[in-house]
């Protein structure tokens, strides 16, 4: 399984709890926030967040949110929903404007 798919399949299944980035560096991923940065590139929906992990150390939870219903759907997925022309409805970059 790829580093990729290997942190879809842990933010899936950790939901609101998230990912730290520690915990992917543990699990040998040390380039896990370069996948992240991909991931969200090609419309994941990945939010994060400054936290503390075991005491003092710094570094930041990552969440997989939902995107949202396009017109004729029928359920939620976190799937990449590009619009137009390979545009991606999630900008990594809008948190920070």
């Known amino acids: 399984m790829s580093q990729r798919a290997k942190i879809l399949?842990?933010?899936q299944q950790r939901g609101d709890e998230g990912v730290h980035s520690f915990e992917l560096y543990e699990a040998r991923m040390p380039r896990a926030a370069a996948v992240i940065?991909?991931?969200?590139?090609?419309?994941y929906?990945?939010?994060?967040?400054?936290?503390?992990f075991r005491g003092?150390?710094?570094?930041?939870?990552?969440?997989?949110r939902p995107?949202?219903?396009v017109p004729g759907a029928t359920q939620l997925h976190h799937e990449?929903?590009?619009v137009g022309s390979g545009s991606s409805p999630?900008?990594?970059y809008s948190e920070w404007a």
């Open 80 to 82: 990449p929903a590009l």
């Open 37 to 43: 940065c991909q991931l969200r590139k090609d419309g």
């Open 90 to 92: 999630y900008d990594p």
């Open 67 to 69: 995107v949202e219903l």
């Open 45 to 52: 929906a990945i939010e994060s967040e400054p936290c503390p």
């Open 56 to 64: 003092e150390a710094r570094g930041v939870r990552y969440f997989l």
């Open 9 to 11: 399949d842990w933010l």
